[in-house]
Structures are given as structure tokens and as C-alpha cells.
């Protein structure tokens, strides 16, 4: 089998890790953009950050305006801020949504993108980037994936470039210690939609599926305390590696169709994107064991469990579904049908074969 694997980002995990290791931020500049949401403050994050700073005497401007799922005046917002403090790297902490405003702030700060930042080729000069997750699930710390609110075309479209990956994460469970158990949930289904689908992808390999399989295995052992919202440190921090192990895996097989159906009810609704990939998964997934019953079989056994009861426990976790109009569902099935992770999947699915998936997940 011929395949390659590429993640070069340095993980450094643990209780208090981001002050244990300050030293290792000196190498990445003399000055910081911080880029992360209002939640850094609470959870305890930003101060560890700022005081990592302190100790390498480096200075540091906050950006703190990341929305969920960033726009493009977000980026330009953030991007034109590093410019004006003279910024020389960048700190991202939060979830997906600041982890990702991060990647393109990076870029934007030194290329720009006068022609726009959905068709810009991404060169090798962007700001060095140090990570510090505070979800588990989108595993933007060890991706070179960006999504952003494209309101032209009315989705999520990536930006993806070797060098949008960071050089630096740090894993520390504590941080999510205050998590809403919405948010806990919807990006745990977020990882495992990524592990499910990486192993789906036509890029999926040795390396990757081990990495998925043990992704899967730490979030099936914390299935009872998500279900309870009953944490504990260690549950928090095998969340956490999951996460990142899950991100390792679609930073080299990217993701499928779940993604691409998920946009469209993460667009028009306000769906998490976590939440909107759980809604898919089982549906997707069964749709694929009728072309690729091996593939598919082989996931169920990382699962632990068959397709009935993979489709309960997560429909346990969501609670009440979403119910959409038919009319609804067949836009988002075209929309669906026309995204680049179409193609990324052993399992081709033409339009109808998406538009059977939503039903079966969101019908009304």
C-alpha cells in the first residue's frame, strides 16, 4: 500500500502544559495576536497564555470578536489588527470557530487576498500559530483546514494549505471543565464524525485508521459519562486526545459527505456543526454498508457495537431531532451534491443517495 501521512505540528498535553512549557513560545516572535471568543476568559485559558507570554517577555494584542462559524469580515478584522500591532505570531485558543479565524488571520496578515479568500492560493509565508484547544472535537490544532462562512454561496467553505498547520498545540482537559453538555456532546460527534469518515475517505490508510481506531476507542469509553454529564479530569482529557487524534486523521484523508450535507444545516438553521454531523452519521453510514459492507463492517468493530445500537446511543446523546420540509432537504441534497468532499469517499453518492440520508435523518 502507498500512502503518505504529514502532521507537523509539536503536541504538548497535560495539567497546566501551556505554563509548564512557556519557553517553548519564544521561538515563534517577539509579539502575539491572540485570537479567540469571549469563553478564554472563563475557562482560564487566556490568563495561562498571557501569563506564558509574561515569561518570555513578549508583548501580545487580544482579538476576541470570533463568532461562531467566523466570517470573512471577521478574518479581514483580525487579520488588519495583527498588521496594525505588528504582530509576528499568532496564539489561537478556543474551539473550532477561533481555531480556525486563526489560520486565516495567519495568512491574511502577510499574503492578503485581493481576489478573495475562497480562491486565494495560499503560499508558505503565513504567521507561525500556536493552538490551544478548549473543545473536543474539531481538531483544528493539528489540521491545515480553515472553515469559514461563505455568504456568496451560502455554506462553510474550507481553506486548507500546508502551512495554515500550526506548529504548536496544547492539550489540557481543565479548560473544558465548565463546557455546557450541548457543547461537550456536539463536539465529541464532531471527533467521531471525523474518525467514521476518515476511514471512509479514498485516502485512508494504515497510519490514519490506527489513529481512528483509537479515536473511536477513547470516545466509546466515555459514552456513559457523555450520555450522564458525569466528567471527570481524565474523562475531559481522553475527549481532548480523541479529538486531536481524529484531527491527525482527516488532516490527511479530509472529510465526506457528512460535512458536506452538514453545512447547509449549520448555515440556514444555526445547527453546531458537531450536532449536524451527529444528526448524519448513523443514516450515512448505513447508506454506506449497502456498496461496502467490509469497509463499513470493520467500523462497527471499532465501534463496539452494530448498526442498530450505534443508532440508538447516538440518537440518545442528540435528543429531539430537527424535523425539516422535503422541499428543504432536496436543496440541501443539491448543495450537498456539489461540494469537493463528494469525491473524497469509497462510496460514491450521487444526489438522490444524499437526499435519501437527510430524509431518513431529518425528515419530517
Given amino acids: 500500500m502507498e500512502f503518505e501521512y504529514y502532521v507537523p505540528v509539536r503536541i504538548v498535553s497535560g495539567a497546566d502544559c501551556v505554563k509548564k512549557n512557556f519557553a517553548l513560545l519564544r521561538s515563534l516572535g517577539n509579539r502575539a495576536l491572540i485570537v479567540t471568543g469571549k469563553s478564554s476568559e472563563k475557562n482560564g485559558a487566556l490568563e495561562d497564555a498571557i501569563y506564558a507570554l509574561n515569561m518570555n517577555g513578549q508583548k501580545y494584542t487580544v482579538f476576541d470578536s470570533v463568532p461562531?462559524?467566523?466570517?470573512?469580515?471577521?478574518?479581514?478584522?483580525?487579520?488588519?489588527?495583527?498588521v496594525r500591532s505588528g504582530a509576528?505570531?499568532?496564539?489561537?485558543?478556543?474551539?473550532?470557530?477561533?481555531?480556525?479565524?486563526?489560520?486565516a488571520?495567519?495568512?491574511?496578515?502577510?499574503?492578503?487576498?485581493?481576489?478573495?479568500?475562497?480562491?486565494h492560493p495560499i503560499t508558505h509565508n503565513v504567521l507561525p500559530m500556536a493552538h490551544i484547544p478548549t473543545t473536543a472535537g474539531t481538531g483544528s490544532e493539528v489540521t491545515p483546514y480553515a472553515i469559514i462562512t461563505n455568504d456568496e454561496k451560502q455554506t462553510k467553505t474550507s481553506i486548507s494549505a500546508p502551512s495554515l498547520f500550526p506548529v504548536l498545540a496544547f492539550l489540557d482537559g481543565k479548560y473544558m471543565a465548565s463546557l455546557?453538555?450541548?457543547?461537550?456532546?456536539?463536539?465529541?460527534?464532531?471527533a467521531l464524525s471525523h474518525a467514521v469518515e476518515g476511514m471512509l475517505s479514498v485516502r485512508a490508510s494504515l497510519f490514519t485508521d490506527a489513529l481512528a481506531r483509537e479515536s473511536i476507542r477513547l470516545l466509546m469509553g466515555e459514552y456513559d459519562n457523555l450520555l450522564k454529564a458525569n466528567y471527570t479530569a481524565q474523562s475531559r482529557q481522553n475527549l481532548l486526545y480523541a479529538s486531536t487524534l481524529a484531527g491527525m486523521v482527516i488532516a490527511n484523508t479530509g472529510t465526506t459527505a457528512v460535512h458536506g450535507m452538514g453545512y447547509s444545516l449549520t448555515y440556514f438553521h444555526g445547527v453546531p456543526h458537531g450536532r449536524a454531523n451527529g444528526l448524519l452519521l448513523p443514516a450515512f453510514l448505513s447508506q454506506c454498508r449497502e456498496r461496502c459492507p467490509e469497509r463499513v463492517k470493520?467500523?462497527?468493530?471499532?465501534?463496539?457495537?452494530?448498526?442498530?445500537?450505534?443508532?440508538e446511543k447516538v440518537s440518545a446523546l442528540l435528543g429531539k431531532r430537527e424535523e425539516y420540509k422535503d422541499s428543504e432537504l432536496s436543496d440541501y441534497a443539491r448543495r450537498a451534491s456539489v461540494n469537493k468532499n463528494?469525491?473524497?469517499c469509497i462510496v460514491y453518492f450521487s444526489e438522490e443517495d444524499l437526499l435519501r440520508v437527510l430524509k431518513k435523518s431529518l425528515g419530517a
Fill in 342 to 344: 463528494i469525491k473524497n
Fill in 88 to 103: 509576528d505570531f499568532v496564539v489561537a485558543i478556543g474551539g473550532g470557530s477561533p481555531m480556525d479565524a486563526a489560520k
Fill in 180 to 190: 455546557p453538555q450541548n457543547v461537550t456532546v456536539n463536539t465529541a460527534l464532531d
Fill in 105 to 119: 488571520i495567519a495568512m491574511l496578515a502577510v499574503q492578503g487576498a485581493p481576489e478573495g479568500l475562497f480562491s
Fill in 68 to 82: 461562531n462559524n467566523p466570517t470573512l469580515e471577521c478574518v479581514d478584522e483580525g487579520a488588519a489588527l495583527a
Fill in 298 to 311: 470493520e467500523i462497527y468493530s471499532a465501534l463496539g457495537m452494530e448498526e442498530n445500537v450505534f443508532s
